[in-house]
T-cell receptor, first 112, second 111 residues
């Protein structure tokens, strides 16, 4: 499709629970990116994929965060043992090149 | 110092006004530059790419000054619907297409 589809739109988890977010990139786009937007508009890069291969994971908190992009499946971002500070909007984006991403509508994660 | 800096605003302007935003970036080797628009915590939407030669799209004009490492966005004849946060974005120099975001400039166009 012509949009990046993220699910769910909202997710509420108790501290210590697992959270799993999904992203279906635009068909034909080779690159997938995950960003975290916390209050005050700050975007933090988490990880990117080129097809199913990790392209850049320099932003990932290694201990609790993991991500995958498998063939014929939506990409996923999983947070084990969520903490209050993980509360944020998580945006996925896809692109074919450096000429601008298309973002999904985001998943708002609230950890209580 | 942040890699990409913007005045957070808010800029409150009347309808019909012309408003300009600037953004500075610290890495002189940065290669691609964009303005995105974000409404009320929705997803960022690409407004325009920015080139040294300047580019214009209707009421919007963007300019890149590589020597001074700043990017500008000019909005002419502001509409109420232009109210949003404008994000300056620069790609990382690592060749990974990673975006470095400014914190955004809030614009409110008043009737």
């Amino acid at each position: 499709g012509e949009e990046v589809a993220q699910t769910p739109k909202h997710l509420v988890r108790g501290e210590g629970q697992k959270a799993k977010l999904y992203c279906a990139p635009i068909k034909g786009h080779s690159y997938v990116f995950w960003y975290q937007q916390v209050l005050k508009n700050e975007f933090k890069f988490l990880i990117s994929f080129q097809n199913e291969n990790v392209f850049d994971e320099t932003g990932m908190p290694k201990e609790r965060f993991s991500a995958k992009c498998l063939p014929n499946s939506p990409c996923s971002l999983e947070i084990q043992a969520t903490k209050l500070e993980d509360s944020a909007v998580y945006f996925c984006a896809s692109s074919q090149s450096a000429d601008g991403y298309t973002f999904g509508s985001g998943t708002r994660l609230t950890v209580v | 110092r942040k890699e990409v800096e913007q005045d957070p605003g808010p800029f409150n302007v009347p309808e019909g006004a012309t408003v300009a935003f600037n953004c500075t970036y610290s890495n002189s080797a940065s290669q691609s530059f964009f303005w995105y628009r974000q409404d009320c915590r929705k997803e960022p939407k690409l407004l325009m790419s920015v080139y040294s030669s300047g580019n214009e799209d209707g009421r919007f004009t963007a300019q890149l000054n590589r020597a001074s490492q700043y990017i500008s966005l000019l909005i002419r004849d502001s509409k109420l619907s232009d109210s949003a946060t404008y994000l300056c974005v620069v790609t990382s120099t690592s060749g990974t297409y990673k975006y470095i975001f400014g914190t955004g400039t809030r614009l409110k166009v008043l009737a």
